[in-house]
């Protein structure tokens, strides 16, 4: 897992779109869409996590606790 990932086109070019977002922004506006955006990869990771659990049966079973 050395080798970087490529991005495709559309990746791209979304990446590009958020940046020209992020520069019209001003402070406040950028420091609260940060937050905003830490709070989304936050959640999206523990959605991660109790998926994998789920799919793996890892989670606990609260009829043998």
Known sequence: MN???ELSLEQ???IFSFK??????NLEQAQDFLVK???QMVVREATYQNLLKHQWGLESNPHFE
């Open 12 to 14: 791209q070019f979304s």
């Open 3 to 5: 080798s970087p990932i």
């Open 20 to 25: 020209s977002q992020v520069e019209k922004m």
């Open 37 to 39: 955006l830490y709070e």
